[in-house]
């Protein structure tokens, strides 16, 4: 495949990310960290004020501060180093995004070209850019370019280290600080990062095959399950394991290993391999843990789970570089793209920008609660509560898409309350006890019949990206609505 080739594909993918950050809403989670953010940046302490993510009852929440308790210091110190900056909105976190992601490209193309010459740095970063777990990462303000760059610079610093006369320590320090620094990312406690240290030092002992790989990736899932309190004595474990491994061949091995099959002979080569493979085993168990943990929570069928959190496997996309980069090291001729896969090779390149295209163009989603939030902004009234009716997946995640846009500043006392459209929450708000302050009743997509006796709708602005189905109450009368 000619240079001016992948020259266009990258062109090509850079214009998805562009597009990703211009059309896709912010992402559920990147709402929630927002929301910690900025309460932080605010009184200091990071919280989400209108109640924990995981409420006991099904059916509606308990306002309450929840504390982040540091688990994502370092995202969150990120974040609020760019709101400082430049504010607190959502234009911000777009742009904050778009800038992270194409640093991630240009990182990947320095880190290669510094390693393997231009020509493989040119077509590993055109393979990135149109890798559509990273544009979609780019559109919702996902985590996986931040980490992918920081493991770009750490897998060039463990292979510098390695080709260095006496083995340089000073190359280590990265990937070392590195291993805290993704662990904060994720929210996990920092002893993991030993663990992985220690994970990384037994894997340059010996090979990791498929049984070894087999073996720590179920080791992981059993362990992800025993800390969540759930039993390892289920189907769904099984099913969980098999759907992992399936999509670790869709979201990582189809995706970068378009070339030849390899053994791996040079020590060093083995060395980044057996580390990758290593990572890869550990987050096929995290990802099925979680998939059956998620299960149990919801008491959901594990299929019904699969499909709610099908893009938890997009956490692999940290290993594309690696990966090709122990394949250069093994063999420094290695193409993406050879004689012998070309018409595979072609193929799935067009798959894929085929595949972002239609991403963009058809599930970009809706960004129903945060316009609403934008307009509550100008509209609500100090002590005025809201009541959010929804029987969507993830419901304190989706009203919590309100708080960046309603109180960029975390400094309102308006509190917000989630009810399912059948809790009997038209009672409980007549009957004044835990709802007196609320004045507002925000519906997402999913709906009520009728408006209320005494309240009256207000138009929604700005409403051009809207389901049909959300609507915006307000107490429509002259005198208190408790007494």
Known sequence: MEKRYWKILLIIGI????????????????????????????????????????QESETGS???ESSSENRWFAWHIFIEAWFTLFGASLVTLHAMSLIVSLGCLATIFLATRGLFGIDQALKIT???????????????????????????????????????????PKWLVFPILSIFILASFKGMPLWMGIVAISGFYVSTKFDIDVYKLLIIAISVELFVIWRNGISILQLNIILAFLASVIAAIIFLYCAVLLGKNMSFNNKNSLIIHNGTILILAV??????????????????????????????????????????YSRLLEDDSYELISEK?????????????VINAA???????????????????????????????????????????????LDPESDNDNLAIWRTSDSGWLSELNECEKMSNVHWIVVDYTGIETVPENWEEIEIEFDSDIHEGYRLLKWGEDFARCP
Request: hydrophobic letters at 45%.
């Open 341 to 353: 896969n070309k018409s595979y090779g072609y193929s799935f390149l067009i798959i894929m920008v």
């Open 126 to 168: 055109a393979l990135a850019s149109i890798y559509p777990p990273l544009i979609r990462a780019t559109g919702r303000f996902y985590q996986e370019n931040a980490i992918l760059l920081i493991v770009t610079i750490s897998s060039y610093c463990v292979i510098k280290y390695l080709q260095s006369e006496n083995k340089q």
């Open 15 to 54: 214009l998805f990310h562009i597009l990703a950050a211009l059309i896709m809403p912010i992402g559920l989670d990147a709402h929630v960290h927002s929301t910690y953010v900025t309460d932080q940046m605010d009184d200091g302490e990071g919280h989400l004020e209108w109640g924990e993510l995981r």
């Open 62 to 64: 308990t306002p309450s």
């Open 283 to 324: 987050l096929i168990g995290w990802v099925a843990g979680l998939w059956v943990s998620e299960s149990y929570y919801q008491n959901s069928s594990i299929f019904e789970v699969f499909y709610k959190f099908r893009n938890n496997p997009r956490y692999l996309t940290l290993l594309f570089v690696p990966l090709l």
């Open 359 to 405: 991403v963009l163009s058809l599930a970009v989603g809706e960004r129903g609660t945060q316009i609403i939030g934008e307009q509550l902004n100008s509209d609500i009234e100090s002590g005025q509560d809201i009541l959010f009716i929804s029987d969507a997946n993830l419901a304190m995640h989706r009203m919590y898409t309100m708080h960046l846009t």
